[in-house]
């Protein structure tokens, strides 16, 4: 065979867990590695087989591209060995922050870069576990987060990355280095403000209505229904914090609109609180949809209860022992089923936008697709679960004895804020707004003189 | 650091919000940009921090690819400035035909090569908006179809949309520039014909049952049963039209191997109506799974109905009065669970046809994997889907009383198609034809000489 | 234009099947492609326009990556043909082992490698279709699976995937080709175990709860309850093999905890049928929610029975004739309330478990942020299924009309799992045993001396 290039060697300093997961896989590959260790003789049977091991200042000296797999302790005292050696060569930094950040730390990288002035370091692999080197990536995060300031450098590990068979992720320059490292601390980040706002949501409209009904009905009537607390309640509460969340998601995009058509321009930036809101629409877009098929799975369990059926036999002998008979119209019929299936059309779409918001489906549609299906949709989804909603409240907000004391049922205040977003929306649609919406999106600027504007990307 | 090689630098010409968005992103790829714009000095404050601006001549001059930022109608206007020093550069065009595209118009990339014959023109990026170059990737189409008649263009373009965290896409040659200068302006258009047959037969089978029940009852009795058209009929005509579709993803199978078969070989192309039929089975498949889900939910939410549970008071208080009791037999019990049960097994299949259906889901089964799970369960869940609704009907059709003015319950007409397909399929189970078919499908032609198939793979 | 560079050209031995398309394939992504055929004046006219038919020799001569797409059992015969020309290039091999694999028989890469040994020999393609090469690549699995000894030569032939479009996946040297030949062959490999696992319990709760219900009515009191086959029963047998295999998904990772925990190290390994068992954890929780979905859906299909509609009715009759009403405490609904509450939120983290087991999913999280999800909540909806179980199953245990024959009810041996896997699981929260293990997963080893472990990574 033709191997008249020998294949790439990867120097890895540390014969820890990782880098010896990390060498195995490099071994895997096609790559030729030698471990760097401080005691080359008294070496761990843990490292993988067809692996050398030198002393660290040899194999560093061996190798263009040198893994520091040593905890953030001890790389100062790796100083002596290192320094000189590791001149003109990619030090790539696959070290995490220990415990919390503290603020204003320095990043990892910062410090080698002071410690070794002239080599390109390179932040990477900080985020792939030990574990899931070793046990085959099929089931794991294959992302690799890369950066550095030597575009080549990071160019070279990102392509020891793909070898690796993971994904690199360009990450720019170093600056970022300090981000990649505290980014393993963090649980769901962009999840924090959108689960405090739904599980906030949850407990204000769960108290609302234990005070509505179950309360009510202990202190004025004296009876005892607090067994409403485990389902009836909930599927009360759930389904209001759905249809806010729903709205929460449509809301930040009209005001959005007006700001840009009041300043007639797209190229100012929002108001922070707007922006940090629009970027958690699809956060608060998937809690939403949490709400509604829990929603959906309790409402469809209803005649599974107890309590239910003991309600439908009660009514039943009343009406037999009366000899009377609950009548209903086909206005009634009408009514409950419309509200019916108000709820389904608008759980289905619901399905179709959660599907859309998969990583995979989202990078099979067009952009255009993908606005169609999250806006045009989501708006309609949004009519059709308010209809829902009014349709199950219908007129009894009219009658005084839906109200406890003096606190309307909760589909009053579940149905406001979708009240507000859409009537906020409907102007917008008014062709004249509608049109110069549009060109200000397309980059168009009122002030501006036109003839610089033609310069834009449709 | 050893910086001993400079960053690559790409020009764009044209400051627009594209243009902008684009060298932003490149800046934070690590790579250089040079603005090339009309008038540099009196610049837009929207230009990235860190980019040059030049004259365009200038710019161009300075970079090996340059990527054409210019609304198309102000492209000419360009020419004076391009001409010559663009010659030997690689031309990005990122162009899109504004408004609907006329039909045998040239793409731009053509207009752009009879401007600059000397010059490789690369058609890319033009599906990727401004906005998500900007706002991060994560959520968004990263896919970039690249076309180019020189390869070695092309490929350097490739390259530098996976610099840019892109997912970059070989298109072949300039010859599909229009595919792609149109892709924008289309909304789901493999979905096109499949959603016009499932609103096609939406309708037929919703007009048909509202003729079968409400006008009939209404005509012929006198009764306002109106309130059925909201969830009573869409739930009859909703699974009929799920059946419909299901039997119309396996029937062009099932007729493309009666073709093969006669043909004795696969190399012989299909008509075009079952050559486009086929390639739409995926949408026609997942149109059907949206139907069949619709129904789950509809038929689940039956008890919620006020119309339900006033009719089994009704009857209860009949069975009292009269001082009877609807006997049932065991019999009925079976038939009534079984209906149940084998709509359930059938539906269970599809969701497991849909999530297998997903992207993702597809690029980690093997081929055999994947025709495993979308022939042999697909088929099995059309067995149970037509003997669930062979179970609703039951023997119902025999009686005259079940034919209003003549015409058949919904479900007889629901049963055509399937029982058709699966009519077809049985004879090809036979061993001998089976075995024929499946050479044929390896690339046995019967007619050829037997020594010159050899040569295939299998 | 400056096509300075002719496109890189790839020889094709073989102008079958797969030969052809792959050729079709290659053109399309701009590369030039020469077939080399036996006989090439008496060429197929499947092959496709723009390629080169030459000689055998000749073709290979032409070009530095030689594809051969031959039948294995005629790859001999090409010997005299390709031998010497061959040599110093790089040969894939395409193709699969025909039937079954034989135990111990070489792969058709050794085989090769013994023809022709000055020839760089590379595994690849063999999972391609010709089918989808042709058809698109929109549907089908990407994943190109590569081996080869000689890492450049492994590294063009995965730049040649790359850029038709297709997904190269480093598998290592060609001791691994013998695996991908057989990989078409099978059938969701790691599937197996699971799946048997599943239908067993299936079976034997099956069985089970026949004879504790309908046989024991038969017998004992002359009663065909045979209908209760068809929902009834499955709807107890399918859940509690749900929780059973919900357990066995967690069971082994606490027996790995003790074992951990007594050796003081994680760096010996577990014994076999351990390390089988936790290897196959995810697809007995794909099994496990399969089997959960079924059961909610059987569940929710309750109301519709006709046998529960006409208990109902006779029910109500008796109390009517009786003149007695069933009365039920706050605490039964209390109860039954609670019964249904567990299991929704159980099922709804189940699904949530679910979507981030999606091959996309998991690769937008990070490491830590999988691990909270898939153990975090899967030992929350443990926890929740069983008591769902329990507030089911209530004391009937303690009556003994419950035993049927001595036999117990079903849902006293699907508890007995779930309560073995949690009661195990306590004692490893004990904060000392609890800090003890996560020293040991991050590479800390009881035995060894202080100093040396320091050299992990985190």
Redesign the interface.
Known sequence: ???E?A??MVCIV??????SSFGKRLL????AVVFGS?NPKRVSN?LPEGAQVLSVRQAVAACDIVVL??????QAALEGQLSSVIN?KILVD???T?KTPVQGSMPNTSQLHMLY?????VKAFN????W?LQAGL??????VFVC?????A??KVMELAW???L?A??K??LANAKELEE??????PQWRIPMRVTLGLLLVFYIYTIIQDVLFSYFEHGM?R??RL???L?NKAIPSVALTLLSLVYLPGTLAAYIQLRRGTK?STFPPWLHNWLLVR?QLGLAMF?CA??H????????????V??K??????Q??DGNW??T?T?I???Q???Y??FG??G??IL??LAIT??????????????H?VQSKLGWLSLLLCTAHTICYGRLRFLRPESYHWGIPPLYIPALMLPCITISLKLPLLLPFLNRELRMIR??WTRSRPRA???????
Chains 1, 2, 3 share one sequence.
Request: with cysteine; charged share 20%.
């Open positions: 065979m033709n191997k290039v294949p790439q540390g014969t820890g867990d990782f880098g895997r590959s096609g790559l401080r843990r797999a040593v905890r953030q302790q001890h003109g696959v070290s995490n220990e002035p002239q080599t390109s370091i985020m792939i576990s030990a899931s099929d089931d794991a995060c294959k992302k550095a300031d030597d575009v080549n990071k160019r070898i690796m068979g994904e992720v360009d720019g320059s980014y393993t601390h963090q649980l769901f005892d607090s067994f485990a389902i009836s909930p190229y699809k949490g098929g829990v959906v799975i309790i409402s469809l369990a209803i005649p599974l209860r107890v309590y059926y003991w439908w036999v009660l009514s039943i002998k009406q037999i008979t609950t209903y086909s009634d019929f009408w409950r089923d419309l019916l299936i389904i059309l759980f289905s399905v179709l918001s998969l990583p995979s489906v989202v990078n099979s549609l067009s952009w255009r697709e993908f169609f397309q980059g610089e504007i033609e310069m834009f990307h449709s």
